[in-house]
């Protein structure tokens, strides 16, 4: 009896003293109030990813609205796939504005957006025969475009961009030979464009851009008028306002 109650105690003495090594043993306690809090600037738990890759992985990226207002020179051309003789220049001024979402990348955003872009009108002299009597004249010159820019910041506030966008445009042609004039139906066709630029931040929600442009609609054809077609190099002033409505917001 006096054995048993013995090895009772010596059984008792070690499991309290093995709960109290395991308590009190080294290390940092577990605190089990802190699970699911995590430091904003600490890596993930998924091979020490910063938690900004694993928001972009997950699809919450920050993005941001924008709208975005630009003019500039138009340094147009008409020329006439078949017929080399009928190619004409003349300078343009465009004006347009786009809608787009900004999504925060790394060194910068990928801003996707909708443009819609105007010319005046277009009336030029054929370039192999300059005389008054024969030109060609463009109006209703437009277009819209669906953009995707990429952004990499240089510096805090200055930055570079590129990209391009395809959409559609078009206008009405008309042409003057021997003091006549005579106009086509308005017509469109596929457009595309692409170029690149500087951009500065003059505030975290407004930002300036000068860019450079080449913008081709593809080729028309009309009864009774020469195929044409509309290209241009364009340098383009823009505006870009994020968050337009935040001040309306309660």
């Not at 559609?168 to 308005?186: H, N, R, S, V």
Request: glycine share 12%; proline share 5%; aromatic share 14%.
């Amino acid at each position: 009896m006096a054995c048993s109650m013995g090895s009772f105690a010596l059984v008792a003495m070690l499991a309290c003293g093995g709960a109290a090594a395991w308590a009190g043993g080294p290390g940092t306690e577990i605190d089990l109030t802190t699970f699911g809090e995590i430091a904003e600037d600490s890596a993930s738990a998924w091979n020490d990813i910063p938690l900004d890759d694993v928001a972009r992985r997950l699809g919450t990226v920050p993005r941001r609205f924008y709208l975005s207002g630009m003019i500039g020179p138009s340094f147009a051309q008409v020329t006439s796939p078949g017929n080399p003789d009928l190619a004409s220049e003349d300078t343009l001024f465009a004006a347009g504005g786009a809608i787009g979402v900004a999504f925060e990348r790394r060194n910068g955003q990928l801003r996707l957006e909708l443009e819609g872009m105007g010319r005046n009108t277009y009336d030029a002299e054929f370039l192999a025969t300059p005389t008054p009597a024969n030109t060609t004249i463009l109006t209703n010159n437009w277009s819209v475009m669906q953009n995707a820019w990429r952004d990499f910041m240089l510096t805090e506030r200055f930055g570079v961009y590129g990209g391009g966008g395809i959409g559609a445009g078009g206008y009405i042609l008309g042409e003057q030979f021997q003091g006549q004039k005579a106009y086509a139906d308005p017509a469109a066709s596929f457009a595309w464009q692409f170029g690149g630029g500087l951009l500065w931040e003059i505030s975290d929600r407004l930002t300036f851009d000068v860019g450079y442009r080449y913008f081709h609609i593809n080729t028309i054809t009309q009864p009774g008028f020469e195929p044409n077609q509309f290209s241009a190099s364009e340098l383009m002033f823009t505006l870009r306002l994020y968050e337009p409505f935040r001040n309306w917001r309660r």
